[in-house]
């Protein structure tokens, strides 16, 4: 799943115009891979994270200061990246969640002034 993934997302972000050139950059070394927590971010199952993917950022305000944390958006059911899958499809859904969806999230979250996520996780407990 996080190979696949990874061709998916080097599709996604245009680097390559399919997944046997996507490949092909691997193999030559011309993408380099990083670990999600090195940018303070959680990915799902295969934990795959690029750079144009919309992602929640989630603050987390003591009396210490900020803590600023980021996870990308879940794709919903079936054919997804976050289990590997790379085809066309699925990097369709990608760029609507990056321009539509982001948009539209990004405004309901603002309109609201952000969401407490305690409550939330304690009521799906």
Same mark, same amino acid.
């Given at each position: 799943?996080?190979?696949?993934? &990874? #061709?998916?997302a &080097?599709?996604?972000? @245009?680097?390559? @115009?399919d997944i046997?050139?996507?490949q092909?950059?691997i =193999?030559s070394?011309?993408?380099i891979f990083?670990?999600?927590h090195h940018y303070?971010a959680?990915?799902p199952?295969?934990g795959i &994270?690029?750079r144009s993917m919309p992602v929640?950022?989630?603050e987390?305000?003591?009396? =210490?200061g900020?803590q *600023?944390v ?6 919903? #059911?079936? @054919?997804? #990246? *976050?289990?590997? !899958?790379?085809?066309?499809?699925v990097?369709e859904r990608l760029?609507?969640?990056?321009? =539509?969806? !982001?948009q539209a999230?990004?405004t309901?979250? *603002?309109e609201?002034n952000?969401l407490? #996520? @305690?409550?939330?996780? !304690?009521q799906?407990?």
């Amino acid at each position: 799943p996080v190979q696949g993934a &990874i #061709l998916g997302a &080097i599709v996604f972000e @245009k680097w390559a @115009k399919d997944i046997e050139e996507a490949q092909s950059m691997i =193999e030559s070394g011309e993408v380099i891979f990083e670990p999600c927590h090195h940018y303070d971010a959680v990915g799902p199952m295969a934990g795959i &994270i690029s750079r144009s993917m919309p992602v929640w950022v989630v603050e987390n305000q003591t009396e =210490e200061g900020t803590q *600023r944390v980021f996870c990308n958006f879940n794709e919903g #059911l079936g @054919k997804v #990246l *976050r289990f590997g !899958a790379n085809s066309p499809e699925v990097i369709e859904r990608l760029e609507w969640m990056g321009t =539509e969806l !982001a948009q539209a999230m990004q405004t309901a979250v *603002r309109e609201i002034n952000g969401l407490e #996520l @305690k409550p939330i996780i !304690a009521q799906a407990l």
